[in-house]
């Protein structure tokens, strides 16, 4: 029996139609129900905290209070947390001047005032200080120890000098941390260019030639060198509240985790990988992914999130076709500019020597891509030639990638199909 799927492709989709016997999986999140209150939610998070007191007793009147926000390039919902934090703290004794809100850029360049008001909201950039870290700052940084990892962590001065500490964010699959969010807020959040710098460095192995580090993947905690080094940076600040959102597939708000900044967090870490985790018992011979359409297929930075979590469904040196629109495909440049690249061994040389998140995550995908047989890229007829520069096959429809495909797949092929791979994550059973 023939059936055909449908795959989101920019603001439309692109279809196929597979023969049912050899589809192994048709991979999707898993449907929840969103927060339906979402000030409630938050208020409930800091008065009945995970592992901690209340907020409202965590604090004293007269304490100097700093709250790490995460920049604009983050959905976490901000704007929505911080009026009620904010008057937990006042209702504590805390006045709005004795309150800054620090926003956490780690590298990202510092905010405009008018992002300030959309991370933050407009009342609160008129009642509270909002300062933007810069990490390259040295006279705005503090050493407060140095990590097992021999990482020396300097922070933000304004984070390092305040009696009590707030972090706030929003828990998310990470492709080197594990998970976003929690201890993030920190390092590299509010940290210095060289302690961010040593902190990523450890998503390579610690030789050159040997790529990407095994331990510092999607959804892995326990023995995660990168991770372990965020987790001494926020004890060594030892913030004393966290607040954190999760969100679903669909980016709408699963639930508001506070507390202790470690657990609260850890719980957030555990009920994402149950709503976005999805079981599976074998690898296919061929997955085809899409990243879920319009806006996470504008461009290759953001698609690359649907092989991230495809590979995890395909079997090594298997197939991969991807239906990523790319309208904008060379936006951001400091991304492209690192994807275009194809002498891998010099590609890792310079991501030594100059590590940045966009180059790593283009090194990543290139290491995913050269695992497989083949990797097809359904794309608009324009982005053709910078699809082959890159070593990957192009294809004007779906169909047309599966009849290509098809060629070099074995007679009892398996094939799984992920409509939202980059929000879908397989776990093998």
């Not at 390259?136 to 300097?154: C, E, F, P």
């Not at 460095?201 to 990168?226: V, Y």
């Not at 999760?246 to 900044?261: M, Q, R």
């Not at 719980?267 to 996470?296: N, R």
Request: hydrophobic share 40%; proline share 5%.
């Amino acid at each position: 029996m023939m059936k055909t799927f449908s795959l989101p492709f920019g603001k439309g989709t692109q279809t196929v139609s597979l023969d049912e016997a050899h589809v192994l999986y048709d991979l999707h999140g898993n449907p929840v129900d969103a927060v339906a209150d979402e000030q409630e939610a938050i208020r409930q998070a800091l008065r009945h905290p995970i592992g901690s007191a209340p907020l409202k007793d965590v604090v004293q009147a007269g304490d100097t209070v700093a709250i790490i926000v995460s920049d604009i390039t983050r959905l976490v919902h901000t704007a929505q947390m911080l009026p009620v934090i904010v008057d937990e703290l006042n209702q504590a004794g805390v006045r709005d001047e004795q309150i800054t809100v620090v926003t956490a850029q780690g590298t990202h360049r510092a905010h405009r005032p008018e992002e300030d008001v959309i991370v933050c909201g407009e009342d609160m950039v008129k009642r509270v200080k909002v300062v933007s870290h810069d990490c390259r700052d040295a006279s705005q940084l503090t050493k407060i120890g140095t990590t097992t990892h021999g990482n020396d962590v300097y922070l933000d001065s304004h984070v390092v000098q305040a009696d009590k500490v707030i972090l706030t964010g929003a828990v998310s699959f990470h492709p080197m941390a594990g998970f976003g969010g929690g201890r993030k807020a920190v390092l590299p959040g509010v940290a210095s260019y060289e302690t961010i710098m040593r902190n990523h460095a450890m998503a390579l192995t610690d030789t050159f030639g040997g790529g990407c580090n095994p331990r510092c993947e999607t959804s892995l905690l326990e023995d995660n060198p990168l991770h372990d080094d965020m987790k001494q940076a926020a004890a060594l600040l030892n913030p004393c509240f966290l607040v954190n959102t999760v969100f679903s597939a669909d980016g709408d708000l699963y639930e508001v985790v506070g507390g202790h900044w470690y657990d609260a967090w850890k719980k957030g870490c555990d009920d994402l990988l149950h709503i976005a985790s999805v079981p599976i018992q074998e690898l296919a011979d061929i997955t085809i992914a899409s990243a879920g359409g319009y806006p996470k297929d504008m461009n290759l930075y953001q698609s690359m999130k649907a092989p991230m979590n495809a590979v995890f469904a395909t079997k090594p040196g298997g197939t991969m076709i991807l239906t990523l629109d790319c309208p904008d495909i060379k936006e951001p440049a400091i991304f492209t500019d690192w994807f275009f690249r194809s002498d891998m061994e010099a590609f890792e040389r310079d991501l030594r020597a100059d590590f940045s998140i966009p180059a790593f995550v283009a090194f990543k995908s290139h290491c995913i891509f050269r695992s497989m047989k083949a990797v097809y890229v359904v794309t608009r007829p324009e982005n053709f030639d910078i699809i082959r520069h890159s070593g990957l096959i192009p294809a004007a429809t779906l169909e047309e990638a599966w009849e290509k495909a098809q060629a070099d797949l074995p007679e009892d092929y398996k094939v799984t199909v992920m409509g939202h791979a980059a929000a879908t994550f397989p776990v093998r059973q």
